[in-house]
């Protein structure tokens, strides 16, 4: 649209007042990419939490793509009535834990370094998180069995960087653990923002034991629904706490190696879970293959939530999975 021109000198003037008035405006410029301004000092930010939650290396023809969820009773039988399920969620970038777990948080696709020597190139959901609220770093957290995880705490992106990074606590010996250690986090810090990955269905599929593989996903599957009756038996985060249950990668089809390794695009690495929870999230919803959706936007879903600006991401907030607003109260559907 072509702006009027101005045919007399006082609108010109009251155009400068006010752009003078928008310019000396705290909210102007904070989310302004090229030269951030300084953190709110305030925490006056959503109430809205969210956990993600990786189960890495879980092919999506032994989880909820398998009719019977023979290895994922829980979450078909327990945590599907309570949310909405993707049936066509994918990792569209490269099939390795470091950069789909990179694009989940940075929502872009991340080639990085697979063995945690290399940070992300675009910001993270904690640093997008941080520096909008001022949050302190107790309140984003990565918890997880691989110690490489550590290096997705925060981006190389000189806007953001360690000064807006998450707290870490990885190197755990069983997903059982993780989900202590994860508990231990919610309960002592109170996070508003979590990444929770548990990493052993992918350590037991490459070990090539069939039955081990299986067997780790039926552990991962019940640590999963656990921590979903956490959020809910807590009061802190009752009602207000959003859980993505998804995957960083799936595993190589049997026409592409089988499932022993990952890291190509076959349909079984990009073919990932998806299971979403929580307060206007839709209940016993499948979202059918026709809604292809990726890693990429759940960074920008996640944003949505938590009141925040995710604008180096490249994804799209998922706002079918959500209720319908028709009270007028609440305008935009995923506004906290
Ligand atoms: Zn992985
Ligand atoms: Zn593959």
Known sequence: MRRRKNTSVLPAIL????????????????????????????????????????????????????????????????????GTIYSNFRNEGP?????????????????????????????????????????????AWIVGGKSKLSALSYSNDVSYGSSYGASVDVGHASDGETRDQLISVLQTHKPHLVLASLSYVDLKGHSAVWNDYLNQIT?????????????????????????FITSDHGRHDDAHGGFSN?????????????????????????LGAGIVRTQRDLCATVGDILGIA???????AMSEMFQPVTTGIRNEPLSP
């Open 15 to 82: 155009v400068a007042m006010i752009l003078i008035a928008v310019a000396g405006c705290d909210q102007f410029s904070l989310y302004d990419v090229d030269k951030p301004a300084a953190p709110a000092t305030s925490l006056n930010y959503s109430d809205n939490k969210v956990v993600i939650l990786a189960i890495d290396g879980l092919r999506y023809s032994e989880g909820l793509g398998d009719s019977t969820h023979q290895y994922v009773s829980a979450m078909w039988n327990e945590l599907h009535p309570a």
């Open 95 to 139: 099939t390795l834990t470091m950069p789909g777990h990179a694009a989940i948080l940075t929502g872009t696709w991340q080639s990085i370094a697979n063995d945690g020597s290399e940070r992300p190139g675009a910001p993270t959901l904690f640093e997008y998180y941080r520096f909008a609220t001022g949050a302190p770093q107790q309140d």
């Open 219 to 243: 552990i991962a599957d019940t640590l999963t629904a656990a921590i979903w009756q956490y959020l809910q038996s807590d009061p802190y985060y009752a009602g207000t706490t959003y859980l």
């Open 262 to 286: 990952h890291g190509d695009t076959c349909e079984g690495c990009e073919h990932i879970t998806f299971v979403g929870l929580g307060p206007d999230i839709l209940q016993g919803t499948t």
């Open 310 to 316: 995710t604008p180096l991401s490249d994804g799209s």
